[in-house]
């Protein structure tokens, strides 16, 4: 009887095992079937893939998410703000230090709601306020695009200790953050819509052209009336930028043609102006990349964007006097008496944004270093710009901003030294 029951056992066993190792090849059979029929699936396509290239330059991933001398996309570039300075991550595919263990799901949540992988929330320096209106396609493109990515296996710097407290995180989405994607405007056509689609969304133009409140969130009645923004540390110092309004404010677009505004996104030059500072990457690294048509869409959609902005009455003749001597001796060769610039010259400062912004920042910085354009920026005939950063005064700085501020129509607040002494 036990030697019935030992071989019975030991048939069953071996059937045991048989049937196990034939569970197990078909799991595998169906494991690789699912692994090529993913692999196959129109998100790793090549339209998909070469879809999410596109769309990733529209969104500039390139230069928020790579570090001076490191590899693209692999995180550790500074931010610094007044609340300290928080570096962005690592967006390649490595399974460590990257995004290689994120799915699809995880990279909408992130854009969407400003959560990541790990449930955490993002700080809105990842402007998921923005990103919170890219359709899913777009993202689901992107993600294919990004695991194409060679992964690289850094870590980012620890940010400073405000930006390792995310507890008031849900508070601050509550007051300044709303979900929801892109809503079309039935009443504008499909070109206005794909222009407020991208500067809207990946775009987020409005994260340096926006005015923001204490607590750091864009303030969306003055959306695109200009902003400040930090472009790190240059030479030592910390640069502050100041990114000018793009409505049709006299401060702002007024005096730019539909036509000189396409020219200027698509390669950083046109007879308004030239790039400089932190648009210098979003010009090379992503909007000469787009097609022709969508840089007519958002210059159409920021050429139909009303008046915003604060009026301002003169700065005082005072102020301003002391400049015209300065301004005749190292500008107006270049800028002529009148202001306008010329084709031959260099770029026109009457109705000029820069020049009429809010905050001088950009103003003074141009002055004090010149434009830096990079090699891929032309600025056609116009001289390359000398710097004044060994020539001119704490005050002269002040006096000569003061004079294009109130001279040819201009109008912004005053420029004092201490604000030219900041830029040093």
């Known amino acids: 009887m036990k030697t019935t029951r030992a071989v019975a056992g030991v048939g069953a066993a071996i059937l045991v095992g048989i049937a196990t190792v034939l569970l197990l090849f078909v799991r595998s059979k169906m494991d690789g079937e699912l692994y090529r029929a993913a692999a196959a699936s129109p998100i790793d396509s090549g339209e998909v893939i070469a879809r999410g290239k596109y769309l990733a330059a529209a969104g500039n991933c390139v230069s928020c998410h790579s570090r001076s001398g490191g590899a693209p996309f692999s995180g550790g570039r500074p931010f610094t703000t007044a609340f300290g300075t928080i570096y962005s991550s690592n967006i390649t595919p490595d399974v460590e230090t990257g995004i290689g263990r994120w799915?699809?799901?995880d990279l909408r949540r992130a854009m969407f709601e400003g959560i990541a992988a790990g449930g955490y929330r993002l700080f809105p320096a990842f402007p998921y306020t923005s990103f919170t209106k890219v359709s899913p396609q777009d993202v689901d493109a992107i993600y294919a695009y990004l695991r194409t990515l060679t992964p690289v296996r850094y870590s980012p710097p620890a940010n400073g200790i405000v930006f390792r407290q995310r507890w008031g995180l849900s508070l601050w989405n509550a007051l300044f953050f709303k979900a929801?994607?892109?809503?079309?405007?039935?009443?504008?056509?499909?070109?206005?819509?794909r222009g407020a689609y991208l500067v809207e969304g990946l775009g987020h133009c409005g994260a340096c052209h926006s005015p923001r409140n204490a607590f750091m969130a864009e303030i969306s009645s003055e959306a695109y009336?200009?902003?400040?923004?930090?472009?790190?540390?240059?030479?030592?110092?910390?640069?502050?930028?100041?990114?000018?309004n793009l409505t049709t404010a006299k401060t702002g677009l007024a005096a730019w043609s539909l036509r000189q505004l396409e020219q200027y996104l698509k390669s950083g030059f046109s007879m308004r102006a030239g790039a400089f500072g932190p648009m210098n990457e979003v010009i090379v690294n992503s909007l000469r990349n787009l097609r022709d048509e969508d840089?007519?869409?958002?210059?159409?959609?920021?050429k139909s964007l009303p008046p915003k902005g604060t009026s301002h009455a003169n700065v005082a003749v005072d102020?301003?006097?002391?400049?015209?001597?300065?301004?005749k001796e190292h500008c107006e060769e270049c800028?002529?008496?009148?202001?306008?610039?010329?084709?031959?010259?260099?770029p026109p400062l009457a109705g000029s944004a820069v020049v009429q912004a809010d905050d001088p920042a950009s103003l003074i910085n141009t002055i004090l270093y010149g434009p830096e354009a990079p090699k891929e920026i032309s600025f056609g005939s116009w001289e390359t710009m000398k710097f004044y950063n060994d020539v001119l005064t704490d005050a002269d700085i002040a006096a000569i901003c003061n004079y294009m501020r109130s001279s040819w129509g201009n109008a912004a607040p005053a420029v004092t030294a201490r604000d030219a002494a900041e830029q040093r």
């Open 295 to 302: 840089i007519h869409a958002i210059a159409s959609y920021l």
């Open 225 to 244: 009336a200009g902003g400040q923004l930090q472009a790190g540390v240059t030479d030592g110092v910390t640069r502050r930028w100041s990114g000018v």
């Open 103 to 105: 799915t699809m799901t």
């Open 335 to 346: 800028h002529l008496a009148s202001g306008r610039g010329g084709m031959l010259s260099g």
């Open 319 to 327: 102020a301003a006097r002391t400049g015209a001597a300065i301004y």
């Open 180 to 193: 929801g994607r892109f809503e079309p405007d039935s009443k504008q056509s499909a070109e206005w819509n």
